[in-house]
C-alpha cells in the first residue's frame, strides 16, 4: 500500500468557463500541453454516508496513473493523506487491507458502493524555469449519478493539486482563477454525488450553553476517527493524536458528566481508558527508544562501555513490534467499533438541559482540584513525591481540557490559561518521564549485568536522569505561580 500526502484545492467554473493563463504565478513560467484520460469511479459507503461525514473518501478508480482503491482523509481544502491499493481483478468490494484502515470512520459497518463519478480529465503540468514540476492543474468535466437514489449530477470542476509547490502557490493560482470567474468549491466530488442524502444528516454545531461542551467533545471523537488510519499503520504523530484526543474524551466526560446518563459516560470513559493505553503502550515505547538512544549517543565515545546502543535498540524494536501488533488487533476489534458507536450516542444525542453557570462552574471545580492536588504533591519527597506529582499533572491536563471548551468563547483570558497550564504540564511530564527513563535504565541494567555485560553506562544515565529531575522543583513552583495570577483567572470568576 502506498500512502501520499495530497494538498490540492477545487473550483467551479459556469458553463463556457475558461481555463486562464497560469504563466507568473508563484515562479510558474510555462503550462505543459493537455493530457486526456478518463477516470470512471465508484464511492463505497455505509447506508449513512458514515465515511463521507467523517472526512473520509473511498473508491475504486479505473484510467489514469493511479488506477485502484484510493482512500481520501481529511478535509477538501487543506492536506489530505491518500492511502492507495492496487485494484485488483475483482470490485466486488475494497481489500481487507483498506477495510481495516477505514474501521473507525465506518463503525465496523459494511460498506456498499454508493455513488459513482465519471470525468473527462484535461491535466496540465505547471513547470518552473529549471523544469521543476510546481503543480498539476486539471480540467474535470463530471457526470455523477447517486447509485441509491439515482440522482444525477454535472458540472465542471478545476482541481489544482500541488508537486514541487508551496502554499503561496496555491494562493497565487487560486486568485488568479478566481479573477476568471472560477468559485472555489469546499466539498469533494463525491460529496457533491450525494448531495441529495447528506443534506438529511444533522451535522450542525450545537449551540446553548452545553454547545461547547459538545463541539468539543465531537472534536475529540473526530480526532480519533481522522488519525485512525494512520495510526494502524504505526505513525507516531497519529498515534500520538489519537492518544491524546481519547485522553481528552474522558477528562471531558468526567468533568461534565452531569450531561450525560452516568452509567453510560463512565462505561465509555472506561472504554477509552483501555484504547488509551492499547496507543500509550505504542507511543511511550516509541518516545523511551528515541529519549534513550539521544542519551546514548550525545556520551562521549570512552563512556559507553559495551553494546549499550545496540542493546537499547534490540529491546524497544522487540517491544514496538509487540506493542504495535496489540494496537492493530485492538482497533480490528468489535470491541473498538462498539466503542466509537456509543461515544457517537452520547456526543451526538441530547443532553441535559443546563445553564451557562453549571458548565463554568463545573470548570472551576476542574481547575481547583489541580491545584489542591499540586500543593499535596510538593509537600511530599522521594516516590511518593513522584507518584503524587504525576497524579497532579493528570489533573492539571483535565484542567487545561476543561478551560479549551470555553476557549472559543472567553477568547485570550482562556488561551493564555491553557498556555500555562501547558507548560507546568510540561514541566511535570519532564519530571515523570525522568522517573520512568530511571526505571527503565535499571532494568537494562540488570539484564546487561545477567548477561556479563559492563554496567557502567547505565549507571551514568541513570544519574544524569537524577540530577536533571533534582532541577524540577523550582520550576515547576514558578510554573505553578504564574498559571494562579488573578489575572490569568479573572475570567474564570465573572
Same mark, same amino acid.
Given at each position: 500500500m502506498a500512502t501520499v500526502v495530497e494538498r490540492e484545492r477545487k473550483y467551479s467554473g459556469d458553463e463556457g468557463f475558461q481555463l486562464p493563463d497560469l504563466t507568473g504565478c508563484g515562479g510558474v513560467v510555462t503550462m505543459s500541453d493537455a493530457t486526456v484520460s478518463d477516470l470512471?469511479? @465508484?464511492?463505497?459507503?455505509?447506508?449513512?454516508? #458514515? /465515511?463521507?461525514?467523517? $472526512?473520509?473518501? !473511498?473508491?475504486?478508480?479505473?484510467?489514469g496513473h493511479d488506477a485502484g482503491w484510493h482512500l481520501k482523509v481529511g478535509a477538501v481544502g487543506g492536506a489530505r493523506v491518500e492511502h492507495q491499493f492496487p485494484a485488483g481483478a475483482s470490485d466486488d468490494g475494497p481489500p481487507a487491507e483498506m477495510v481495516a484502515l477505514i474501521r473507525g470512520a465506518s463503525r465496523g459497518r459494511t460498506?456498499?458502493?454508493?455513488?459513482?463519478? @465519471?470525468?473527462?480529465?484535461?491535466?496540465?503540468? #505547471? /513547470?518552473?524555469?529549471? $523544469?521543476?514540476? !510546481?503543480?498539476?492543474?486539471?480540467?474535470?468535466?463530471?457526470?455523477?449519478e447517486d447509485l441509491v437514489d439515482g440522482a444525477a449530477r454535472t458540472w465542471h470542476e478545476i482541481e489544482i493539486e500541488l508537486v514541487d509547490g508551496d502554499e503561496a502557490l496555491l494562493d497565487a493560482l487560486g486568485e488568479r482563477l478566481r479573477a476568471a470567474g472560477a468559485r472555489e468549491v469546499a466539498v469533494s466530488k463525491s460529496h457533491r454525488a450525494v448531495a441529495g442524502r447528506i443534506e438529511r444528516f444533522d451535522d450542525r454545531e450545537p449551540d446553548g450553553p452545553v454547545g461547547p461542551v459538545l463541539t468539543y467533545a465531537r472534536a475529540q471523537r473526530d480526532a480519533i476517527v481522522g488519525n485512525h488510519a494512520a495510526a494502524y499503520q504505526g505513525d507516531e504523530g497519529a498515534v500520538h493524536d489519537m492518544r491524546v484526543a481519547a485522553r481528552r474524551l474522558r477528562a471531558t466526560l468526567r468533568t461534565f458528566r452531569g450531561l450525560w446518563d452516568r452509567r453510560e459516560s463512565e462505561a465509555v470513559r472506561a472504554e477509552l481508558r483501555w484504547l488509551g493505553g492499547e496507543l500509550g503502550r505504542v507511543r511511550d515505547t516509541q518516545v523511551m527508544a528515541a529519549r534513550l538512544t539521544e542519551a546514548v549517543h550525545e556520551l562521549p565515545d570512552e563512556l559507553v562501555l559495551g553494546p549499550v546502543a545496540a542493546r537499547i535498540g534490540e529491546r524497544f524494536a522487540a517491544d514496538l513490534a509487540g506493542t504495535t501488533v496489540a494496537l492493530r488487533s485492538a482497533l480490528d476489534s468489535d470491541r473498538y467499533a462498539e466503542l466509537l458507536a456509543r461515544l457517537d450516542r452520547l456526543v451526538d444525542g441530547a443532553p441535559a438541559d443546563v445553564g451557562r453557570r453549571w458548565v463554568d462552574r463545573r470548570i472551576r471545580k476542574a481547575v481547583r482540584r489541580a491545584d489542591e492536588r499540586l500543593d499535596r504533591a510538593l509537600t511530599l519527597e522521594g516516590t511518593a513525591g513522584d507518584a503524587a506529582l504525576h497524579e497532579a499533572r493528570k489533573k492539571h491536563k483535565a484542567a487545561r481540557y476543561a478551560v479549551e471548551v470555553r476557549e472559543p468563547s472567553a477568547g485570550k483570558p482562556a488561551a493564555r490559561l491553557v498556555k500555562r497550564f501547558k507548560a507546568l504540564q510540561d514541566l511535570l511530564g519532564a519530571h515523570?518521564?525522568?522517573?520512568?527513563?530511571?526505571?527503565?535504565?535499571?532494568?537494562?541494567?540488570?539484564?546487561?549485568?545477567?548477561?556479563?555485560?559492563?554496567?557502567?553506562?547505565?549507571?551514568?544515565?541513570?544519574?544524569?536522569?537524577?540530577?536533571?529531575?533534582?532541577?524540577?522543583?523550582?520550576?515547576?513552583?514558578?510554573?505553578?505561580?504564574?498559571?494562579?495570577?488573578?489575572?490569568?483567572?479573572?475570567?474564570?470568576?465573572?
Open positions: 470512471d469511479a @465508484v464511492y463505497w459507503d455505509t447506508d449513512d454516508l #458514515l /465515511l463521507l461525514r467523517s $472526512g473520509h473518501a !473511498l473508491r475504486r478508480r479505473t484510467g460498506v456498499a458502493p454508493a455513488a459513482r463519478v @465519471v470525468n473527462r480529465r484535461r491535466e496540465r503540468r #505547471l /513547470l518552473d524555469a529549471d $523544469g521543476r514540476v !510546481l503543480a498539476e492543474v486539471a480540467e474535470d468535466d463530471v457526470r455523477s515523570q518521564d525522568s522517573v520512568v527513563t530511571r526505571e527503565t535504565l535499571r532494568r537494562q541494567a540488570l539484564q546487561a549485568y545477567a548477561d556479563g555485560e559492563n554496567t557502567f553506562t547505565y549507571g551514568l544515565l541513570h544519574g544524569r536522569q537524577a540530577e536533571a529531575a533534582g532541577h524540577d522543583r523550582p520550576a515547576v513552583l514558578r510554573a505553578r505561580d504564574r498559571a494562579r495570577r488573578r489575572k490569568a483567572r479573572r475570567w474564570l470568576n465573572p
